[in-house]
Nanobody
């Protein structure tokens, strides 16, 4: 099993940046591809980005491509989401999730992920 804890959310003005972190514990971190999702009030949980277990493969949703960057540090059991040029439409709860290696690529669907964090709120003011 893997336990995931997100941090780094907060309030930021439009055009600003935030860096989210997600720290894992439990099972071997490099056994998992790691993804980021978000959920705005009244909307479905949306896939944002995934990074392969080694850190060499990434895949992004069109809505964030060019603005968000996913990365990971396997030594620190942590995955990051660098978010630039934030817009009010980016306001949501952001979740990290872990998908076992070998369960497909890219993993852009919620049901491909076995473990989820509790989420961190990101609010972008206009």
């Amino acid at each position: 099993q893997v336990q995931l804890v997100e941090s780094g959310g907060g309030l930021v003005q439009a055009g600003g940046s935030l860096r989210l972190s997600c720290t894992a514990s439990g099972d071997t971190f490099s056994s998992y591809n790691m993804g980021w999702f978000r959920q705005a009030p009244g909307k479905e949980r949306e896939f944002l980005a995934v990074i392969g277990w080694s850190g060499y493969g990434t895949y992004y949703a069109d809505s964030v491509k060019g603005r968000f960057t996913i990365s990971r540090d396997n030594r620190k059991y942590t995955v990051f989401l660098q978010m630039n040029s934030l817009e009010p439409e980016d306001t949501a709860v952001y979740y990290c999730a872990a998908a076992p290696r070998g369960s497909g690529w890219p993993q852009g669907s919620r049901n491909q992920y076995a473990y989820w964090g509790q989420g961190t709120q990101v609010t972008v003011s206009s």
